[in-house]
Structures are given as structure tokens and as C-alpha cells.
């Protein structure tokens, strides 16, 4: 609770401040994301993410950049646990990450650090099984009987700006958890109650994003 509270008063405070701040840029934004969930998955699955930001220009080389985006968060298990089926998991958030960069002008580009704390609300999901045996298929869509809807977390990462474009590589770790404590996940298959025994202590969707921005 403490660390999502911190979250939001990040953000908050940066639309709070904007007044105060130089002139920026309007811009859209896109990319890949490579997620998993921690000790569940087996790797990295990929995902995608698009959205519309605006970048404020601060002094020395500082700048604050929010963004509005969808973000769809993938993972695939398999043999989870005892069903020995493969299960790929797809959630989409509507997520709002608030970028605070810093990085030295060189005239022809800008390199730049970068920190992003966000929040987001899954709007769908997407759940396909195959058990390995029989190859059984199954699928449902937009259940959310004990998932947690709500996510919020932090990214770290480097950028690079040409011009008007930007290309940010960054590793985001996620601190809401993907599962409610209590409530078993309804119209489903076994096999998600399991992700769900093992996806605790605040597991959720995990990995690297690389996004490509053009500002106006």
C-alpha cells in the first residue's frame, strides 16, 4: 500500500507542477514488451504497448514526461503444476507512467537516464489452455474472478534523443500483485488457480520494455 501511494503522489505531483515548467512537446509513442511473471513464468513473452505523451523541458538537461498508453502484458506457463498443460496469459492496462529524465544536450542528440514510476488498470484479458496430452484447447475472455485489476510499479532505463525522436530501453518492475488474497478465479480452468497459488507475495507481470516516441 505505502509503495502504490508513492506512486501516485508522483504522478500527481507532476501534473500539479506543469504550470511551472518550460514548453513541450505533444507526441506518440509505441513498442515492445517482453513480460513474465516472477518464479512462474519460464520467460519472456511479447507483448506490445501505444499511447500519446508530452514531454515538459526543464533546466539542466533535466525533463518530466507523462504518458497515456495501452499496455497489453503477456506470459505463457507450462506444465503448471500438475494439469501439464500450457497456459498463455494476456492482459491489457490502461496505464499512465510518468517519465523524470535526465540527460546532457549535445546539440545533435541527448542520451538520458531514466526513471519511470506507473500506474494502470487492466481493461481485458485474453486466457488460452492446452492441455499437453490430448491438446485440448480452450479459451476465455474478460474474467476477472480474483484477479486484482489495479497495478502499479516502477521502470529504470536509458533513452536516446534524435531530433524529434526517441527510443527508451527500460526494466519495470511491477508491486500490486496479479491475484486478489482471497476469491478463486471463476469459469476457469484449474490450471489458473495454480498460477495463482504460486504467483504470491506480490508477483505480477515483469520485464523490459523498448518504446519509440515522435514528438511534435
Known amino acids: 500500500m505505502k509503495r502504490f501511494l508513492m506512486v501516485i503522489a508522483l504522478c500527481v505531483m507532476t501534473f500539479g507542477v506543469s504550470h511551472t515548467l518550460k514548453a513541450g512537446d505533444f507526441g506518440v509513442l509505441g513498442g515492445a514488451s517482453f ?16 499511447g500519446i505523451t508530452y514531454k515538459f523541458r526543464l533546466p539542466a538537461g ?16 507450462d506444465a503448471a503444476i500438475e494439469t501439464k498443460s500450457r497456459l498463455d496469459m ?22 538520458f537516464l531514466d ?7 487492466a481493461v481485458n484479458n485474453d486466457f488460452r489452455t492446452k492441455e499437453a496430452i490430448t491438446n485440448t484447447v ?16 516502477v521502470g ?32 476457469t480452468e484449474d490450471i489458473m488457480n495454480n498460477v495463482k497459488a504460486s504467483a504470491t507475495d506480490g508477483k505480477n507481470f515483469g ?7 515522435i514528438l511534435f
Open 35 to 50: 513480460t513474465g511473471i516472477q518464479d512462474v513464468s519460464k520467460g519472456l513473452t511479447t507483448g506490445y504497448h501505444a
Open 62 to 77: 533535466f525533463a518530466i514526461q507523462p504518458a497515456l498508453m495501452y499496455h497489453m502484458k503477456s506470459s505463457t506457463v
Open 90 to 111: 494476456n492482459v491489457g492496462y490502461l496505464e499512465l507512467p510518468v517519465s523524470f529524465q535526465w540527460g546532457p544536450d549535445l546539440l545533435l542528440f541527448r542520451p
Open 115 to 121: 526513471v519511470s514510476p506507473f500506474v494502470g488498470y
Open 138 to 153: 480452450k479459451t476465455w475472455k474478460d474474467d476477472w474472478g480474483g484477479m486484482s485489476r489495479v497495478e502499479y510499479g
Open 156 to 187: 529504470l532505463g536509458l533513452g536516446l534523443e534524435i531530433w524529434k525522436i526517441q527510443v527508451v530501453a527500460r526494466y519495470n518492475w511491477n508491486f500490486g500483485p496479479l491475484f486478489n488474497s482471497t476469491g478463486d478465479i471463476t469459469s
Open 207 to 213: 520485464g523490459v520494455t523498448l518504446t519509440a516516441a
